[in-house]
Every structure is written in C-alpha cells, then in structure tokens.
C-alpha cells in the first residue's frame, strides 16, 4: 500500500521550533520530489517548501513566508523527509501536509518553480500560541 504518513505536530509557543516528518510506505520516497503543504482555517492550501529526487538534483525551494525559517531535507536511508520550523509564528498555524510532487507549468508557486501535488498524507496540527 503506498502511503504518506505525517507526524511532528503539536502545539508550541511563538518562536520555538518543531520538525516535521514525512515518512513513506511502498515506495521509495528519494526516488520523488516532495513537497510540504500547510492550509489554515479558512485559507486555501499553500505550498510552502519542496525538494526535487535524489536522482534529480536535490535542490530546495520555499515560499517567501517561509523562507530563511523553515528547512527541509531527506534521509534517503530512513526514507523520510522532514521540515525543520524555526522562529514559529501564530500565523503558521495550520495542518501540515507532505506530498509528492512533479513540475508543471500551470501548476502552485513554491519559490522558483511550479509544481502539482500527486498524492498526500493525512496532515499534522501545528499551533503556535502562547
């Protein structure tokens, strides 16, 4: 059965850090690129953070509302990808998803490049409150 499953979420107060993990069954996760989602109560979904394959180049890219806060990496040997969330705000409050993802020129803007989700995980909570 192919499966993303999220997990890491929870609640933590402004400025702290969470990371969050995507991790795959019945398949091999570096062999895709990977995207990290989030959608607030209310708000559309937005992509905020990708990672193009292993056999590709690796690269990474990230909305701007992210950026210089949020990183994201693979460990092809536990075949999982995580997002590491620094400096939180209570805007990024969300449920958080992984997906994997291909380029596409019509496709959701994640930094430089277009992409369309495949198929998701379940989503994880994250609230940042004091």
């Known amino acids: 059965q192919v499966q993303l499953v999220e997990s890491g979420g929870g609640l933590v107060q402004p400025g702290g850090s969470l990371r969050l993990s995507c991790a795959a069954s019945?398949?091999?996760?570096?062999?895709?690129?990977i995207g990290w989602f989030r959608q607030a109560p209310g708000k559309e979904r937005e992509g905020i953070s990708c990672?193009?394959?292993?056999?590709?180049?690796?690269?990474?890219d990230y909305a701007d509302s992210v950026k210089g806060r949020f990183t994201i990496s693979r460990d092809n040997a536990k075949n999982m990808v995580y997002l590491q969330m620094n400096s939180l705000k209570p805007e990024d409050t969300a449920v958080y998803y992984c997906?994997?993802?291909?380029?596409?020129?019509?496709?959701?803007?994640?930094?430089?490049?277009?992409?369309?989700?495949?198929?998701w995980g379940q989503g994880t909570q994250v609230t940042v409150s004091s």
């Open positions: 997906a994997t993802v291909f380029r596409a020129p019509d496709g959701i803007t994640i930094g430089t490049r277009r992409i369309r989700p495949g198929f």
């Open positions: 019945g398949f091999t996760l570096d062999t895709y690129a």
């Open positions: 990672i193009s394959s292993s056999s590709d180049d690796g690269s990474t």
